[in-house]
């Protein structure tokens, strides 16, 4: 029986707060659902896989490894200049940040 003390506001809150506890007695079917549910959802049709390609031959070289040993290159030495002038690299990053900000 309610509290005569009690604010409506309160009462009404015990209230739905009693009859959610009787909705919320769950089966175990509905548990058992709840509990497997990501091995409910539909399987996806696509495939993530990514295709390797041909095979090369060992010694053979193509266009992807010269162009690894020219970004490789171009990294040490951007790594080197920085070494060499770091305020000057800094600078030339803000001023970069800068513009870029001022664009969006």
Not at 36 to 57: E, K
Not at 66 to 79: D, G, K, L, N, P
């Amino acid at each position: 029986m309610p509290d005569k003390s009690q604010s409506p506001a309160v009462r009404s809150l015990l209230r739905e707060q009693s009859q959610q506890r009787l909705k919320s007695s769950r089966t175990d079917l509905d548990k058992g659902l709840e509990d497997t549910f990501p091995a409910s959802d539909p399987v996806s049709a696509t495939h993530t896989s990514i295709s390797a390609g041909p095979v090369q031959a060992v010694g053979e070289q193509d266009g992807s490894d010269r162009s690894r040993r020219t970004a490789s290159q171009a990294v040490a030495h951007i790594e080197k200049v920085v070494r060499e002038r770091p305020i000057t690299a800094v600078a030339v990053v803000a001023s970069m940040a800068f513009l870029f900000g001022a664009t969006r």
